[in-house]
């Protein structure tokens, strides 16, 4: 087996080692590459962030986000493994399909890096810092679904690279991001980024700012049940300068030509398993007894198995994956937990009017508690954020499918990893069992105070 988080290694210096003397050497003459010695550099980074992007998008919109929309009954799995995953928990160090290697592999972590030595070399500060972002995004989610995570020492040619404390890993992402945020709005004349090889934000700087912002509120969240007041009021900080309007959120760029459709299309279409997965019962039946517009809006009310609405499942549907509306309830629940429920109740139904909802009127824990229900709804297909959340608060109260079982807080590393590095724990033990660390059980319910259904 291959330790991916220390193969990839002389990959990075050899891609930087090329990219100095594309640079600086003649072998390459005539035409452009004459006039703008540079060039090669530039399409090197062009490549580097489509395929960076694009594994991104994967992380939020694949094989995890299934598998944790089925353990949150936004998705009910049916049949193979899903069935399995859905009505018995099982689920092993092959259930995430190599998800672990790829927070490391190419258009993973290894990636990143070279973009960033890239972006260095051309002293492109807003490409540098669009390349810390998404390494932010990628490690910070990377711990949010595997805990203690190899951080420090990837990429580094280490035998058994040691694992860094899930926390350590949180807060080493707190740092990239805003190292990010600073990069992206320096004023420097070589800074170009992107441009049209950012098929979301068009290497906008301000519209990375402000997502920067909104990641740096939710993965403050993630701590939060641990951490306690300080996450919640730093996560209030961050989503007051986070996504302001519908006009920054961040999606996939799918679209209808074969190799660029969405990956719920992909799994579901005609070449798919569309009879494996369906639409999450529980999330359903709470969106018709709320009388909530969004049912039909994300289902269909027909077959069978029933599955996503004809814009949900569309080849091109431009999935969602960090939202004004996420960023909203992350304020309004923040400033709840610091005691504000004016601006609480404020940012609840800013966040409702945007969907067309009317204002609604609570107090205390009813209105923790609708806060809780509307961001387990309105993140339906937001990667991993509902079981995020879910871990957190044990809201909705969800009663497991897997009848004496506890729900998953965790998903396994690879097995190729722990093969290869004495570092990675064997499946349940250590830290390699049932929870992270961020996410201790939860006695009761958040939302409801009454006992915990699904954490034991």
Known sequence: MTNHIKRVTTGLVVAAAIAVVGGCNNFLTGGETSTDPNRQIIATNDQFFVATQENLWGFWGSDVARDAGILTQQFHGVANQYGALDATYSHDPTTTNGSHAALYTLGGLV????????????GDSLYLGIAQVEEG?????????????????????TANPVLDDQFVVYDSVQKVLSAGITNMNLSVATSVGPGGADLVYGGDAALWTAMAHTLKARFFMHTAEVRGAAAYASALAESQQGIGSDDGNYFGAFTATAS?????????????????LADGIFLDDLLAARGDPRRTEYFS?????????????????????????????????AAFRGGNQVVALAK????RANHGLAPVAFAGQPLLNEILTEKYIVDFQLGEEPWNDYKRTCTPNLVPTAAGQPIPGRLYYDASEQNTDTNIPAPNTGVNGLRNKNDPVNAVSDGTGAACLGQF
């Open 137 to 157: 995004a990628l490690m910070g989610t990377g711990a949010d679904i595997f805990g203690d995570l190899v951080y420090k020492e990837a990429l580094q040619g």
């Open 348 to 351: 609840l139904n800013e966040e």
């Open 301 to 333: 009310l027909t077959g069978n198995p029933r599955w996503l609405s004809a814009t949900r499942g569309a080849a091109d549907f431009q999935q969602p994956y960090v939202t004004y509306d996420e960023n909203t309830l992350i304020w309004a629940e």
């Open 111 to 122: 990636d990143i890096k070279k973009l960033q030595t890239g972006a260095r070399l051309i």
């Open 260 to 276: 660029e459709t969405n990956f719920y299309f992909q799994f579901h279409g005609p070449a798919g398993r569309g009879g494996d």
